[in-house]
């Protein structure tokens, strides 16, 4: 069984940055593609991005393509999504999401954490 908590949500300014991050409990951390997902209020839940165990393959959602960056450290079994030149459109809660190897891509996940509110003001 998979743990995640993440972190680094917050407010920020239209145009800012903000960095998630997500760590994971476990001994087999890089067998795992990590991911986020984000739900506005009113929307459904939907694909950002997401990596593979050993990071040689990402996968953008094409609204956060050329923005947000995902990345991993396995040595902290950790997951980040750098995000920058961020909209108000991007305010959401953020999930991490891991599953078994499995490709990086917007598949079902069968581990979630319980989110962080990310919200960007106009």
């Known amino acids: 069984q998979v743990q995640l908590v993440e972190s680094g949500g917050g407010l920020v300014q239209a145009g800012g940055s903000l960095r998630l991050s997500c760590a994971a409990s476990?001994?087999?951390?890089?067998?795992?593609?990590m991911g986020w997902f984000r739900q506005a209020p009113g929307k459904e839940r939907e694909f950002v991005a997401a990596?593979?165990?050993?990071?040689?393959?990402?996968n953008y959602a094409n609204s956060v393509k050329g923005r947000f960056t995902i990345s991993r450290d396995n040595a902290k079994n950790t997951v980040y999504l750098q995000m920058n030149s961020l909209k108000p459109e991007d305010t959401a809660v953020y999930y991490c999401?891991?599953?078994?190897?499995?490709?990086?891509?917007?598949?079902?996940?069968?581990?979630w954490g319980q989110g962080t509110q990310v919200t960007v003001s106009s």
């Open positions: 476990g001994r087999t951390f890089r067998s795992y593609t």
């Open positions: 999401v891991a599953s078994w190897l499995v490709a990086a891509g917007p598949t079902p996940y069968d581990h």
């Open positions: 990596i593979t165990g050993n990071g040689s393959s990402t």
